[in-house]
């Protein structure tokens, strides 16, 4: 399996456009919401789900959905992973209306937020050494006692701080937690409270004057005017934190809506150990963007009765933020398989002629100057991903592509001669057939009527020429097999798998 971090390596990458001094245009709709990944790996199938719910509701309300990257972790974030992430969602649909801002650029505006904070009174500098902190905790650990930072232990006098300024010492700022309930009513799991006292003064701005992401993001969403913070439950913990700034920095709440987070189908939270999780995984594996869209879109969110199976405008027509459910969702591999069977037979064999192609051309399939599109059209309603459906079309289109499998095997067996038998008299029924002869409905008298005289069942002849044609014994009608795969072809396919069974045939 590919590193995850190997991945952005092996696109190409576009330099990327800072956009900075925000300017919200003014829309009908006051709804904005935003999906806000940071660049510091793949689209997770988590993050994709997310930015789902997010733009459905803005489609749905008619609002606006901007996606702001979060790259202010500059170790580990990179343009490549932006890039993966702008393909993802372009891959499945999810279109923005602005951005994608860069909460880098917004860094001049972070701290001049800080700075209202500390002109207020609600935050205070800082001076504590991360080594001094550091041995507080371990004193705190030894004794056997929980650490938290104490705004008292830490404070100094104006004159000592004015003097520590001057020095030119390094220092934080910490916002200064108001000791009064921080709750706000979600919109998935209804009230949530925190208490102030239960939370440290924690750091908005670091010595470098770099902003803590509760601070980026609270100034962010203020100064984008979002209406709906919409992301994964993993943020729960921040939100009081979130809270509170936004009432020191005198701006109204937005709505909250927490999204349960994803599990796998063994109860476990959904990680590398469950499968792929990056969404770029599932695109090369041949899930198809709407499937893969309408099975993320049903992770912790359900229309209510048992219709699965729904298009994008019936998606964004029935979404609600109140049907999100609080308890976890699970990613069950097979379903998002079966929902890809089902896009594929709906879809149409011209839109799925790229996808086969690229695959066939990864194969070393060449087409043969054969109608790709009706061996598509054939075998796309028993393929449950591209992958399956190209490897049917090449089985198709290059008999040496052909591998008895295990079912195929236990047939040959359990026929014995009469597989071998079968296959002479269908040989014989068909031959007979000229090219013109050579469609499905003259295929299949001819070979009702070949089972007839020799007294054999219609499947019994039948199941040795799929077997002979593919190697399985699965597929479209046989009929149609024969006529897709071609005259010579098929009857070259059945000579030498007569061969084969002779040869095996004892002596
Ligand atoms: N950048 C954060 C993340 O990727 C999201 C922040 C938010 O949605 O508030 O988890």
Request: contains cysteine; proline residues 6%.
């Amino acid at each position: 399996m590919r590193k995850a971090a190997g991945r952005p390596g092996n696109r190409p990458v576009a330099p990327l456009r800072a956009e900075t001094n925000f300017r919200p245009p003014m829309t009908d709709s006051p709804v904005r919401v935003r999906f806000a990944p940071s660049p510091t790996g793949y689209l997770h199938v988590g993050g994709a789900r997310t930015a789902l719910f997010n733009w459905l509701y803005a489609r749905k309300t008619g609002g606006t959905f901007v996606l702001r990257i979060e790259d202010t972790d500059q170790e580990r974030s990179t343009d490549a992973h932006t890039r993966v992430i702008l393909e993802g969602l372009t891959w499945l649909g999810i279109n923005w209306d602005e951005g994608p801002y860069f909460q880098g650029a917004e860094s001049p505006r972070h701290r001049a937020d800080a700075e209202r904070l500390l002109a207020s009174g609600r935050a205070y500098r800082c001076f504590a050494s991360a080594e001094e902190l550091d041995a507080e905790r371990k004193l705190a650990v030894a004794a056997g006692r929980p650490y938290r930072y104490e705004r008292a232990r830490w404070a100094l006098s104006p004159e000592e701080e004015a003097r520590r300024l001057a020095a030119g010492d390094p220092f934080v700022i910490r916002f200064a937690v108001p000791d009064a309930e921080l709750a706000w009513e979600d919109a998935v799991h209804g009230r949530i409270s925190f208490q102030g006292r239960d939370l440290d003064d924690f750091v908005i701005l670091r010595s470098d004057g770099s902003a803590i992401y509760n601070l980026a993001v609270v100034s962010d969403d203020i100064a984008m005017r979002i209406t709906h913070v919409i992301r994964g439950d993993d943020h729960v913990s921040n939100t009081p934190k979130q809270i509170a700034l936004y009432q020191a920095l005198g701006a109204a709440l937005p709505v909250f809506a927490h999204v349960p987070m994803i599990l796998g189908t063994d109860g476990k939270k959904l990680s590398k150990r469950h499968g792929a999780t990056a969404v770029g995984d599932y695109q090369d594996q041949g899930i198809l963007p709407a499937a893969m869209r309408n099975f993320l879109a049903l992770l912790g969110w359900s229309p209510g009765g048992d219709r699965e199976v729904l298009t994008g405008e019936e998606l964004v027509g029935l979404f609600s933020l109140e049907a999100i459910q609080g308890k976890p969702a699970v990613f069950d591999t097979a379903k998002l398989e079966w929902m890809n069977g089902q896009y594929l037979s709906h879809t149409g064999a011209d839109e799925l002629l790229p996808p086969v192609m690229r695959q066939l051309d990864r194969m070393g399939v060449g087409a043969k100057g054969r109608d790709v599109r009706a061996l598509i059209d054939a075998a796309k309603a028993r393929s449950r991903t591209v992958l399956q459906l190209a490897e049917q079309v090449a089985v198709r289109l290059d008999a040496s592509r052909i591998v008895l499998d295990e079912k195929a095997e236990k047939l040959q067996k359990k026929m014995g001669p009469a597989f071998g038998a079968s296959l002479t008299v269908a040989a014989g029924a068909l031959e007979a057939l000229t090219p013109a002869e050579w469609t499905p409905d003259r295929l299949l008298e001819a070979v009702k009527h070949a089972a007839e005289t020799h007294g054999l069942k219609l499947g019994d002849a039948m199941q040795p020429v799929r077997v002979a044609l593919t190697g399985g014994t699965v597929s479209e009608p046989v009929n149609e097999l024969l006529a897709v795969v071609g005259r010579d072809e098929s009857l070259a396919r059945i000579r030498a798998a007569m061969a084969r069974t002779q040869d095996a045939a004892p002596a």
